[in-house]
Protein backbone atom coordinates (compact mmCIF):
# COMPACT_ATOMS: atom_id res chain seq x y z
CA UNK A 1 0.00 0.00 0.00
CA UNK A 2 2.74 2.52 1.29
CA UNK A 3 4.75 1.93 -1.86
CA UNK A 4 1.17 3.05 -4.16
CA UNK A 5 1.02 5.94 -1.86
CA UNK A 6 4.03 7.07 -2.69
CA UNK A 7 3.94 6.72 -6.34
CA UNK A 8 0.70 8.59 -5.81
CA UNK A 9 2.65 11.66 -4.25
CA UNK A 10 5.51 11.30 -6.91
CA UNK A 11 2.97 11.08 -10.27
CA UNK A 12 3.59 14.86 -10.88
CA UNK A 13 7.13 14.59 -11.17
CA UNK A 14 5.65 12.85 -14.69
CA UNK A 15 4.21 16.06 -15.85
CA UNK A 16 7.94 17.13 -16.03
CA UNK A 17 7.87 15.35 -19.38
CA UNK A 18 4.81 18.11 -20.66
CA UNK A 19 6.11 21.33 -19.83
CA UNK A 20 3.92 24.18 -21.83
CA UNK A 21 4.11 25.23 -25.32
CA UNK A 22 4.60 28.79 -25.89
CA UNK A 23 1.84 30.91 -27.06
CA UNK A 24 4.41 32.91 -28.98
CA UNK A 25 2.56 36.10 -30.27
CA UNK A 26 5.00 38.22 -31.48
CA UNK A 27 8.48 37.46 -32.80
CA UNK A 28 11.69 39.79 -31.82
CA UNK A 29 11.49 41.28 -35.74
CA UNK A 30 8.14 41.59 -35.76
CA UNK A 31 8.04 43.92 -32.36
CA UNK A 32 10.57 45.84 -33.62
CA UNK A 33 9.04 46.46 -36.78
CA UNK A 34 6.07 47.39 -35.25
CA UNK A 35 7.78 50.47 -33.04
CA UNK A 36 9.85 51.35 -36.30
CA UNK A 37 8.74 50.47 -39.08
CA UNK A 38 11.48 50.82 -41.91
CA UNK A 39 14.47 51.30 -39.38
CA UNK A 40 17.27 48.58 -39.12
CA UNK A 41 18.36 46.83 -35.75
CA UNK A 42 21.74 46.25 -34.85
CA UNK A 43 22.33 44.14 -31.59
CA UNK A 44 24.10 45.76 -28.77
CA UNK A 45 23.96 42.66 -26.31
CA UNK A 46 25.55 43.12 -22.95
CA UNK A 47 26.07 42.04 -19.27
CA UNK A 48 24.98 44.14 -16.44
CA UNK A 49 27.60 44.94 -13.95
CA UNK A 50 27.19 45.23 -10.17
CA UNK A 51 26.75 48.81 -10.14
CA UNK A 52 24.21 49.20 -12.90
CA UNK A 53 22.02 46.45 -11.59
CA UNK A 54 22.47 48.26 -8.12
CA UNK A 55 21.41 51.36 -9.87
CA UNK A 56 19.03 50.27 -12.23
CA UNK A 57 17.01 48.55 -8.82
CA UNK A 58 17.38 51.84 -6.98
CA UNK A 59 15.98 54.10 -9.51
CA UNK A 60 13.23 51.48 -10.39
CA UNK A 61 12.54 50.21 -7.37
CA UNK A 62 12.52 46.66 -9.15
CA UNK A 63 14.37 43.80 -8.73
CA UNK A 64 16.75 43.07 -11.69
CA UNK A 65 15.90 39.15 -12.78
CA UNK A 66 18.55 38.94 -15.51
CA UNK A 67 21.96 40.83 -15.88
CA UNK A 68 22.08 39.58 -20.24
CA UNK A 69 20.53 42.86 -21.28
CA UNK A 70 19.06 42.44 -24.94
CA UNK A 71 19.22 45.62 -26.61
CA UNK A 72 18.95 46.82 -30.24
CA UNK A 73 20.28 50.10 -31.22
CA UNK A 74 17.83 51.44 -33.45
CA UNK A 75 19.05 53.47 -37.18
CA UNK A 76 16.31 55.84 -36.58
CA UNK A 77 17.41 56.22 -33.51
CA UNK A 78 15.97 54.74 -29.80
CA UNK A 79 16.73 51.49 -28.41
CA UNK A 80 14.89 48.36 -28.48
CA UNK A 81 14.53 46.08 -25.41
CA UNK A 82 13.65 42.40 -25.13
CA UNK A 83 13.04 41.25 -21.58
CA UNK A 84 11.22 38.95 -19.24
CA UNK A 85 8.75 39.25 -16.62
CA UNK A 86 7.98 36.61 -14.08
CA UNK A 87 4.25 35.43 -14.53
CA UNK A 88 2.03 33.42 -12.57
CA UNK A 89 3.81 30.16 -13.26
CA UNK A 90 6.15 31.20 -16.35
CA UNK A 91 8.00 33.53 -17.54
CA UNK A 92 6.12 36.12 -19.61
CA UNK A 93 8.80 37.75 -22.42
CA UNK A 94 7.81 41.23 -23.63
CA UNK A 95 9.65 44.21 -25.28
CA UNK A 96 9.61 47.94 -24.96
CA UNK A 97 10.92 50.47 -27.16
CA UNK A 98 12.21 53.37 -26.32
CA UNK A 99 12.93 57.13 -28.28
CA UNK A 100 15.46 59.17 -29.08
CA UNK A 101 14.43 60.80 -26.15
CA UNK A 102 13.94 58.43 -23.75
CA UNK A 103 10.07 58.13 -23.69
CA UNK A 104 8.52 54.69 -24.39
CA UNK A 105 7.33 54.58 -28.01
CA UNK A 106 5.55 50.57 -27.99
CA UNK A 107 5.07 47.59 -25.29
CA UNK A 108 4.65 44.56 -26.91
CA UNK A 109 3.99 40.84 -25.19
CA UNK A 110 6.23 38.11 -26.93
CA UNK A 111 4.95 35.40 -25.55
CA UNK A 112 2.45 34.71 -22.69
CA UNK A 113 1.67 31.12 -21.29
CA UNK A 114 -0.39 31.28 -18.59
CA UNK A 115 -4.07 30.44 -18.27
CA UNK A 116 -5.43 34.03 -17.41
CA UNK A 117 -4.64 37.08 -17.25
CA UNK A 118 -3.56 37.71 -21.46
CA UNK A 119 -5.35 41.11 -21.06
CA UNK A 120 -1.87 42.42 -20.66
CA UNK A 121 -1.74 42.19 -24.13
CA UNK A 122 -4.36 44.32 -24.78
CA UNK A 123 -3.51 47.43 -27.27
CA UNK A 124 -5.15 50.60 -24.86
CA UNK A 125 -3.78 48.92 -21.92
CA UNK A 126 0.00 49.00 -23.22
CA UNK A 127 -0.76 52.30 -24.80
CA UNK A 128 -0.63 53.57 -20.68
CA UNK A 129 2.92 53.09 -21.03
CA UNK A 130 3.84 55.16 -24.42
CA UNK A 131 5.69 58.64 -23.40
CA UNK A 132 6.62 57.44 -19.89
CA UNK A 133 10.10 58.11 -18.68
CA UNK A 134 12.45 57.17 -16.27
CA UNK A 135 11.34 58.35 -13.04
CA UNK A 136 7.41 57.76 -13.62
CA UNK A 137 5.46 56.31 -11.41
CA UNK A 138 4.08 53.26 -13.22
CA UNK A 139 2.00 51.97 -10.45
CA UNK A 140 -0.86 50.48 -10.36
CA UNK A 141 -4.18 51.81 -9.68
CA UNK A 142 -2.85 55.19 -9.77
CA UNK A 143 -0.64 55.65 -13.08
CA UNK A 144 -1.71 52.70 -14.90
CA UNK A 145 -4.97 50.90 -14.65
CA UNK A 146 -4.73 47.73 -12.80
CA UNK A 147 -6.74 44.59 -15.06
CA UNK A 148 -8.79 42.97 -12.98
CA UNK A 149 -8.50 39.53 -12.64
CA UNK A 150 -5.25 39.93 -14.19
CA UNK A 151 -3.56 41.54 -11.41
CA UNK A 152 0.12 39.95 -11.12
CA UNK A 153 0.84 40.18 -14.87
CA UNK A 154 -0.37 43.50 -14.97
CA UNK A 155 2.13 44.52 -11.92
CA UNK A 156 5.28 42.41 -13.27
CA UNK A 157 4.48 43.99 -17.00
CA UNK A 158 4.21 47.54 -15.60
CA UNK A 159 7.42 46.70 -13.22
CA UNK A 160 9.27 45.28 -16.10
CA UNK A 161 8.53 48.44 -17.97
CA UNK A 162 9.58 50.55 -15.12
CA UNK A 163 13.05 48.64 -14.68
CA UNK A 164 13.69 48.74 -18.77
CA UNK A 165 12.77 52.68 -18.46
CA UNK A 166 15.91 52.51 -15.41
CA UNK A 167 18.10 50.41 -17.45
CA UNK A 168 17.88 52.66 -20.51
CA UNK A 169 18.99 55.64 -18.30
CA UNK A 170 21.88 54.10 -16.48
CA UNK A 171 23.56 51.94 -19.69
CA UNK A 172 21.81 52.90 -22.85
CA UNK A 173 21.38 56.70 -22.76
CA UNK A 174 24.74 57.47 -22.63
CA UNK A 175 25.76 55.08 -25.48
CA UNK A 176 25.50 57.29 -27.76
CA UNK A 177 27.22 56.68 -31.60
CA UNK B 1 -13.65 0.55 -5.42
CA UNK B 2 -9.61 -1.14 -4.71
CA UNK B 3 -6.74 1.51 -3.77
CA UNK B 4 -5.40 -0.52 -7.13
CA UNK B 5 -7.98 0.91 -8.91
CA UNK B 6 -8.01 4.71 -7.42
CA UNK B 7 -4.23 4.51 -8.50
CA UNK B 8 -4.85 3.46 -11.80
CA UNK B 9 -7.47 5.93 -12.13
CA UNK B 10 -4.73 8.58 -11.00
CA UNK B 11 -2.46 7.21 -13.52
CA UNK B 12 -5.01 7.45 -16.60
CA UNK B 13 -5.51 11.12 -15.26
CA UNK B 14 -1.86 11.58 -15.59
CA UNK B 15 -1.55 10.47 -18.86
CA UNK B 16 -4.36 12.40 -20.18
CA UNK B 17 -2.47 15.67 -18.29
CA UNK B 18 0.62 14.07 -20.68
CA UNK B 19 -1.17 14.27 -23.50
CA UNK B 20 -2.22 17.94 -23.22
CA UNK B 21 -0.38 19.94 -25.66
CA UNK B 22 0.15 22.35 -22.08
CA UNK B 23 -0.79 22.28 -18.77
CA UNK B 24 -2.16 25.29 -15.77
CA UNK B 25 -3.60 25.83 -12.53
CA UNK B 26 -3.70 26.94 -8.76
CA UNK B 27 -4.00 25.49 -5.66
CA UNK B 28 -0.27 26.48 -4.41
CA UNK B 29 -0.53 24.10 -1.14
CA UNK B 30 -2.60 20.53 -0.20
CA UNK B 31 -3.79 22.54 3.15
CA UNK B 32 -3.40 25.66 3.04
CA UNK B 33 -5.47 28.05 1.16
CA UNK B 34 -4.13 30.92 -0.63
CA UNK B 35 -6.28 34.17 -1.74
CA UNK B 36 -6.35 33.48 -5.09
CA UNK B 37 -9.60 33.41 -6.63
CA UNK B 38 -10.82 32.73 -9.80
CA UNK B 39 -11.31 35.06 -12.41
CA UNK B 40 -14.97 36.11 -13.27
CA UNK B 41 -16.27 33.76 -15.85
CA UNK B 42 -13.79 31.31 -15.68
CA UNK B 43 -14.10 27.76 -13.65
CA UNK B 44 -12.19 25.23 -12.65
CA UNK B 45 -12.40 21.40 -12.01
CA UNK B 46 -10.54 19.90 -9.10
CA UNK B 47 -9.85 15.92 -7.99
CA UNK B 48 -8.56 15.94 -4.92
CA UNK B 49 -7.40 12.35 -3.23
CA UNK B 50 -6.38 12.59 0.59
CA UNK B 51 -4.88 9.32 2.47
CA UNK B 52 -5.18 9.59 6.19
CA UNK B 53 -2.56 6.87 6.42
CA UNK B 54 -1.82 4.59 9.60
CA UNK B 55 -3.29 4.48 13.04
CA UNK B 56 -1.92 3.49 16.29
CA UNK B 57 -1.51 -0.37 15.34
CA UNK B 58 -2.40 -2.60 12.33
CA UNK B 59 -3.75 -1.32 8.94
CA UNK B 60 -5.24 2.02 8.55
CA UNK B 61 -6.25 3.61 5.08
CA UNK B 62 -8.86 6.11 5.12
CA UNK B 63 -8.87 7.53 1.65
CA UNK B 64 -11.10 10.40 0.84
CA UNK B 65 -12.04 11.93 -2.93
CA UNK B 66 -13.40 15.55 -3.31
CA UNK B 67 -14.65 16.40 -6.75
CA UNK B 68 -15.11 20.03 -6.85
CA UNK B 69 -16.12 22.79 -10.06
CA UNK B 70 -14.85 26.41 -8.50
CA UNK B 71 -16.32 29.03 -10.22
CA UNK B 72 -15.61 33.08 -10.57
CA UNK B 73 -18.61 35.28 -9.54
CA UNK B 74 -16.57 38.33 -9.92
CA UNK B 75 -12.82 38.93 -9.89
CA UNK B 76 -12.88 38.92 -5.94
CA UNK B 77 -15.69 36.36 -5.22
CA UNK B 78 -15.22 32.11 -6.23
CA UNK B 79 -17.83 30.05 -5.31
CA UNK B 80 -17.36 26.36 -5.36
CA UNK B 81 -19.04 22.72 -5.04
CA UNK B 82 -18.13 19.84 -3.30
CA UNK B 83 -19.25 16.07 -3.90
CA UNK B 84 -17.43 13.92 -1.24
CA UNK B 85 -16.99 10.36 -0.90
CA UNK B 86 -14.16 7.65 0.59
CA UNK B 87 -12.50 4.34 0.70
CA UNK B 88 -11.63 2.94 4.22
CA UNK B 89 -9.89 0.21 4.95
CA UNK B 90 -8.75 -1.05 8.45
CA UNK B 91 -7.91 -3.86 10.53
CA UNK B 92 -6.83 -4.19 14.18
CA UNK B 93 -5.80 -0.16 13.79
CA UNK B 94 -6.58 1.35 17.17
CA UNK B 95 -4.64 1.62 20.24
CA UNK B 96 -6.31 -1.42 21.67
CA UNK B 97 -5.22 -3.65 18.34
CA UNK B 98 -8.99 -3.50 17.68
CA UNK B 99 -10.90 -2.47 14.30
CA UNK B 100 -12.39 0.91 15.60
CA UNK B 101 -12.20 4.68 15.55
CA UNK B 102 -12.03 7.17 12.94
CA UNK B 103 -14.93 6.97 10.65
CA UNK B 104 -15.43 3.24 11.42
CA UNK B 105 -19.08 2.94 12.08
CA UNK B 106 -19.45 2.48 16.20
CA UNK B 107 -22.03 -0.68 15.62
CA UNK B 108 -18.89 -2.71 13.36
CA UNK B 109 -17.39 -5.70 14.95
CA UNK B 110 -13.75 -4.37 16.17
CA UNK B 111 -12.68 -8.05 16.39
CA UNK B 112 -12.84 -7.96 12.51
CA UNK B 113 -11.41 -5.81 9.50
CA UNK B 114 -13.71 -2.98 7.85
CA UNK B 115 -13.52 -2.22 4.11
CA UNK B 116 -15.87 0.42 2.75
CA UNK B 117 -16.57 3.07 -0.41
CA UNK B 118 -18.91 5.47 1.23
CA UNK B 119 -20.94 8.60 -0.10
CA UNK B 120 -19.63 11.63 2.39
CA UNK B 121 -21.64 14.74 1.83
CA UNK B 122 -21.41 17.38 -0.39
CA UNK B 123 -19.98 20.68 0.77
CA UNK B 124 -20.08 24.38 -0.98
CA UNK B 125 -17.29 27.18 -0.53
CA UNK B 126 -17.57 30.50 -1.24
CA UNK B 127 -14.10 32.68 -1.07
CA UNK B 128 -14.44 36.63 -0.65
CA UNK B 129 -10.83 38.73 -1.03
CA UNK B 130 -10.80 41.91 0.01
CA UNK B 131 -7.33 42.65 -0.88
CA UNK B 132 -4.87 41.39 -3.21
CA UNK B 133 -1.44 40.01 -2.06
CA UNK B 134 -0.28 41.16 -5.66
CA UNK B 135 -0.71 45.21 -5.06
CA UNK B 136 -1.77 45.51 -1.34
CA UNK B 137 0.43 45.06 1.55
CA UNK B 138 -1.16 41.41 1.84
CA UNK B 139 -3.51 39.43 0.71
CA UNK B 140 -6.77 38.83 2.83
CA UNK B 141 -9.99 36.85 2.22
CA UNK B 142 -13.03 35.66 3.87
CA UNK B 143 -13.99 31.39 3.29
CA UNK B 144 -17.23 29.98 4.53
CA UNK B 145 -18.11 26.35 4.09
CA UNK B 146 -21.02 24.86 4.69
CA UNK B 147 -20.85 20.78 4.60
CA UNK B 148 -24.30 18.41 4.75
CA UNK B 149 -24.20 14.54 4.81
CA UNK B 150 -25.27 11.35 6.03
CA UNK B 151 -22.88 11.29 8.86
CA UNK B 152 -21.47 14.76 9.54
CA UNK B 153 -22.97 18.56 9.14
CA UNK B 154 -20.67 21.08 9.65
CA UNK B 155 -19.64 25.11 8.59
CA UNK B 156 -16.42 25.80 8.77
CA UNK B 157 -15.28 29.73 8.46
CA UNK B 158 -11.74 30.95 7.66
CA UNK B 159 -9.65 33.83 7.31
CA UNK B 160 -6.97 33.52 4.61
CA UNK B 161 -4.38 35.91 4.42
CA UNK B 162 -1.08 35.96 1.88
CA UNK B 163 2.18 37.73 1.29
CA UNK B 164 4.93 37.62 -1.06
CA UNK B 165 8.26 38.13 -1.59
CA UNK B 166 10.65 37.85 -4.60
CA UNK B 167 8.58 38.77 -7.44
CA UNK B 168 6.15 36.72 -5.86
CA UNK B 169 7.86 33.90 -6.51
CA UNK B 170 8.10 33.22 -2.53
CA UNK B 171 4.43 33.20 -1.30
CA UNK B 172 4.01 32.65 2.60
CA UNK B 173 -0.08 31.81 3.65
CA UNK B 174 -2.07 31.93 6.92
CA UNK B 175 -5.27 30.19 7.63
CA UNK B 176 -7.33 30.52 10.93
CA UNK B 177 -10.43 28.63 10.69
CA UNK B 178 -12.99 27.28 12.80
CA UNK B 179 -15.61 24.84 12.10
CA UNK B 180 -18.50 24.15 14.10
CA UNK B 181 -20.05 20.33 13.40
CA UNK B 182 -22.96 17.73 14.67
CA UNK B 183 -21.07 14.48 14.02
CA UNK B 184 -23.66 11.04 14.04
CA UNK B 185 -22.81 8.62 16.42
CA UNK B 186 -24.40 5.47 16.14
CA UNK B 187 -27.28 4.46 18.55
CA UNK B 188 -26.32 8.16 20.21
CA UNK B 189 -27.62 10.33 17.76
CA UNK B 190 -26.33 13.49 16.71
CA UNK B 191 -23.14 14.49 18.96
CA UNK B 192 -21.78 18.54 18.86
CA UNK B 193 -18.27 19.21 18.12
CA UNK B 194 -16.19 22.20 17.62
CA UNK B 195 -12.35 23.08 15.70
CA UNK B 196 -9.94 25.77 15.50
CA UNK B 197 -7.08 25.20 14.04
CA UNK B 198 -4.00 27.68 12.49
CA UNK B 199 -2.17 26.51 9.10
CA UNK B 200 0.81 27.93 7.69
CA UNK B 201 2.07 27.11 4.87
CA UNK B 202 5.59 28.59 2.48
CA UNK B 203 5.97 27.68 -1.07
CA UNK B 204 8.69 29.23 -3.38
CA UNK B 205 8.53 28.79 -6.68
CA UNK B 206 12.37 27.10 -7.79
CA UNK B 207 11.63 26.82 -11.61
CA UNK B 208 9.20 27.66 -14.16
CA UNK B 209 5.71 26.12 -13.15
CA UNK B 210 7.13 23.87 -10.41
CA UNK B 211 6.83 25.00 -6.64
CA UNK B 212 8.55 23.68 -3.73
CA UNK B 213 7.61 24.80 0.11
CA UNK B 214 6.00 23.30 3.18
CA UNK B 215 2.85 23.43 5.43
CA UNK B 216 2.51 23.26 9.02
CA UNK B 217 -1.32 22.23 10.94
CA UNK B 218 -2.35 22.97 14.09
CA UNK B 219 -5.10 21.19 15.16
CA UNK B 220 -7.53 22.36 18.45
CA UNK B 221 -10.61 19.89 18.65
CA UNK B 222 -13.67 20.73 21.78
CA UNK B 223 -16.51 19.00 22.55
CA UNK B 224 -19.73 21.31 22.32
CA UNK B 225 -19.97 24.58 20.27
CA UNK B 226 -17.89 26.46 22.45
CA UNK B 227 -13.69 26.93 22.10
CA UNK B 228 -13.52 26.74 26.04
CA UNK B 229 -9.95 25.09 27.18
CA UNK B 230 -12.26 22.69 29.42
CA UNK B 231 -14.35 21.39 26.72
CA UNK B 232 -11.42 20.87 24.80
CA UNK B 233 -10.29 17.49 24.00
CA UNK B 234 -6.81 17.40 22.02
CA UNK B 235 -4.42 19.41 19.97
CA UNK B 236 -2.26 18.09 17.44
CA UNK B 237 0.73 19.32 14.87
CA UNK B 238 1.26 18.48 11.48
CA UNK B 239 4.25 19.35 9.14
CA UNK B 240 5.08 18.37 6.02
CA UNK B 241 6.46 19.16 2.54
CA UNK B 242 4.65 20.30 -0.52
CA UNK B 243 5.10 20.44 -4.49
CA UNK B 244 2.98 22.10 -6.98
CA UNK B 245 3.01 22.28 -10.60
CA UNK B 246 1.52 25.09 -12.44
CA UNK B 247 0.95 25.31 -15.95
CA UNK B 248 -1.68 27.01 -18.37
CA UNK B 249 -4.26 24.77 -17.87
CA UNK B 250 -3.57 22.03 -15.35
CA UNK B 251 -1.86 22.18 -12.30
CA UNK B 252 -0.53 19.39 -9.72
CA UNK B 253 0.06 19.51 -6.08
CA UNK B 254 1.13 16.54 -3.57
CA UNK B 255 1.26 17.32 0.03
CA UNK B 256 2.74 14.57 3.24
CA UNK B 257 2.03 15.93 6.92
CA UNK B 258 2.69 13.93 9.38
CA UNK B 259 1.23 13.96 13.01
CA UNK B 260 4.77 15.37 14.86
CA UNK B 261 2.98 15.67 18.43
CA UNK B 262 -0.20 15.87 20.18
CA UNK B 263 -1.83 16.19 23.79
CA UNK B 264 -4.95 15.13 25.52
CA UNK B 265 -6.76 17.04 27.53
CA UNK B 266 -9.30 13.96 28.72
CA UNK B 267 -9.19 10.63 29.87
CA UNK B 268 -11.19 9.56 26.92
CA UNK B 269 -8.47 11.26 24.72
CA UNK B 270 -5.47 10.31 26.50
CA UNK B 271 -6.65 6.75 26.02
CA UNK B 272 -6.48 7.42 22.54
CA UNK B 273 -2.53 8.45 22.73
CA UNK B 274 0.29 6.42 21.33
CA UNK B 275 3.96 7.34 20.20
CA UNK B 276 2.84 11.49 21.42
CA UNK B 277 1.05 11.14 18.73
CA UNK B 278 -3.23 10.95 19.10
CA UNK B 279 -5.54 8.99 16.74
CA UNK B 280 -9.03 7.40 18.23
CA UNK B 281 -11.75 9.28 16.09
CA UNK B 282 -9.72 11.74 14.96
CA UNK B 283 -6.40 11.61 13.68
CA UNK B 284 -3.76 9.34 11.93
CA UNK B 285 0.20 9.22 11.41
CA UNK B 286 0.33 10.82 7.92
CA UNK B 287 -3.07 13.18 8.08
CA UNK B 288 -2.69 13.29 5.53
CA UNK B 289 -1.07 12.39 1.83
CA UNK B 290 -2.79 14.84 -0.21
CA UNK B 291 -3.09 14.98 -3.97
CA UNK B 292 -4.81 17.91 -6.09
CA UNK B 293 -5.28 17.74 -9.59
CA UNK B 294 -6.97 20.47 -11.34
CA UNK B 295 -7.91 21.97 -15.17
CA UNK B 296 -9.29 25.36 -15.58
CA UNK B 297 -11.35 26.84 -17.89
CA UNK B 298 -12.15 29.89 -20.01
Known sequence: MRSRLLWLAAAPVALVATSAMAKVYLGVEQAQALAFPGASFAPAFRPLNDAQVAEIQRLSGVHVLSRDLKAWRVSTGGWFIADQVVGKHEFITFSVAIDRTGAVKDVEILEYRESYGDQVRNSAWRAQFVGKRNGAKLRLDDDIKNISGATLSSRHVTDGVKRLLATHAVVLASDVR | ?298
Do not use: C
Open chain 2, 1 to 298: MSISKAALGVAAAMTLVGAQPAVAGEALFGYVYTTDVMPKGKYEVEQWITDREGQAKGRFHDVLMRSEVEYGVTDNFQVSGYLNYSYLNASGNSVAGTTEGLDIPADHDPAKPYRKFRYDGVSAEAVWRVLSPYKDPIGLAFYVEPEIGPRENAVEVKILAQKNYLDDRLVLAANLWTEVEKEKVEGEGWEKASVWELDLGASYRFRPNWSAGLEFRNHNEYTGWTLDHSNQEHTAFFFGPTLHYGGERWFVTATALYQLHAKAYSDDQRAQIAHGRVYGDEHTTWDGLRLKIGRTFQ
